[in-house]
Every structure is written in structure tokens, then in C-alpha cells.
């Protein structure tokens, strides 16, 4: 255990760690995992990655658990995801078997950066993929390389679990109707700063997207998946072009197992006049409550949250997704990976 690090008040930046793994895609096939313990990448400067945005990525976490115990959350979920977003950018797909094996083995070989159990703090694990090969007609690459990083990160709950507010703004979309909005792609990140980095300019934690063909739907929150409560139900934006959040899909399953009807569909605009709590979900937070949605455009307000504190279904959620990552309930759906 690295004993010097304070673990509580660590932020969600890159702090380095001992190593990372590697593995080349050339020739039609995967090579042997490579153990690095530098930080850079000597890359081609006429890589697709670096033209043509040829990258994906993913992101979860391993916990230190009450019983000392490490445990990876849903890494079948994350390594499935990265295939498919693969097999969407024309990228080779990782098989199942090695995304595993070097999630694994990059926890094991940083196992003195995983935070100790109650700091609040876990280990980032974020796995990306990039095309190699030197192109400069607009083709996609033959050569790849699938990598993982981790690096430790605090609580994202510094000043307690408290909402924030989020803002809609039809001037931007992150993604296009048909476009590449479903598989994580670093290009999603590049065409959502400028709006994300408006709204906090503006006192907004995120941007809630509308879908991007009618305006109509709500999407997701930039980097996170949205949901809220109405008449006692989880509802959950049904949408094409939103990343299928591994986090929304395990609260989803976790609503059920408390009895709350779960409602996949489109949600209109009009409809957040009646919810009585939402959050953005993603792997980062797990849950960030929202306090207030402002319309940007039409000046309508839909306060969310009356008293400045996170609504009951929303914080039993919360408490209970953390519970089975830090071990402390049972993992009935078998969703962690205990790292031996
Ligand atoms: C990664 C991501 C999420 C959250 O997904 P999780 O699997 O829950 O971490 C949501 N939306 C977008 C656009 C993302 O890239």
C-alpha cells in the first residue's frame, strides 16, 4: 500500500502509476501483452488516430473492499462495449479473453495504488484503442494498438452527495441522429467542449442533450446517462445515439430489485415539469443528483430538487451500487471480478 498518497483528497486527474499494458494488432492478429512502465507512446505522425479520430476508449474501476478484497466492476460490460465500439469505427475488436487478462494483470501490477477501503477513493481504469498506421488518404487502419492505464481517483463527492444543476442548449449536439453516439469514440469528447465548457462558464455541471434529430427527446449529460423519477418510476432516455452506460444499466437492474418499475423510452422535454428527482449516471460519479434543469433557450426552469438535497430513490440507488462495489452487499447479478 502506498501509504504517503491522501487518498480522500485526490482529484480525477492523471497521477502516474507503476505500469500499463499494451498489446499491438498487426498482421490480422493480437501480439503478446507488453508490460510498459513509460507514459508516452511513440506513435506514427501519420497515424489514423491522430487524423481520422481512430480511437475508442472505455473506463471503469476496481475498489479495495471491506474484506481487503479487490474487486473489478463489470469488466465483461466494458470489454463487450469496446468491441462494438471496434467493430463501429472499423477497428479490430479486442477478443473478450485478452481484454480480461490485462484488466486484470494492470490492477495486479499497480495493486499499491488502489486506495484503502472506506477512503472513498478507487482505482480509474481506462482501456483505449488507437490506429497505427500511417494513412493519409482517409482509410481506415490496419495496424492497432489496445493499451491500459489506471491511475487512483478520489471520492467524487467531496462536499457531500448534493445536487447540482444542469442546463439544455439546442445550439449544440454531441452527436449526429445516425452517427457515432452509441460506442465510446474520443471524437464524441471533441465535438462536446465547447458546449460543456459554455454551460460551466455558466454555472452548469453538465449539458443535458437533446436528441439531435428532433430537438424533442432528452439524450444524455455529456459524458453521463440520465434518468429520473416519475411517479415513483425510473425513466431512462430510450435513444440511438447515447452510450449504453454500464452504470444506468446496473441501477436500472437495481431499481427492479427494489420494486420500482423501470421505463426505457423517449422522454420529452415537457415531461421533466413532472419528475420528482434525476441524476447523471456513469462510472465516475455512479449517480450525480440534479438540483435544477434550466432551459436555456425557452427560460423555463424545472426545479428537480426543492431542499438541496438528493431525493430518496436516487440516494438508495447510489448506496447500493457502492455497497456491492466495495463488497459490503452481497453481488447477487455476479457483476464483480475479484483480482487474485
Ligand atoms: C462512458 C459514457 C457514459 C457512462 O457510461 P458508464 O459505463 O456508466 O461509465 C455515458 N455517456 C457517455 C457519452 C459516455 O461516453
Redesign the pocket.
Known sequence: MNNELDWAHLSFGYMPTDYNVRCWYRNGKWGEIEVSSSDTVNIHMAATALHYGQEIF???KAFRGKDGKIRVFRLE??GA?LRRSAEGIMMAPVPEELFREMVLKVVKLNERFIPPYGSGASLYIRPLEIGMSAQVGVKPSTEFMFMILVTPVGPYFKEGFKPTNICIMREFD?VAPKGT?QW?VGG??AASILAGERAHSLGYSAVLYLDPKEKKYLD??????FFAIKDGKYITPASES?????????LMQLAEDMGIEVERRHITVDELADITEAAA????AVASPVGEIDDLDTGKKYIVSKNGEAGPVTTALYNKLRAIQYGEEEDVHGWNTIVE
Open positions: 472505455e473506463g471503469l460490460e466494458n462495449r454531441r453516439g465510446k464524441n469528447y444524455e449529460c455529456g459524458p453521463a446517462n447515447i452510450l449504453p452506460s454500464v452504470t444506468n444499466k446496473s449516471c456513469g462510472t465516475a
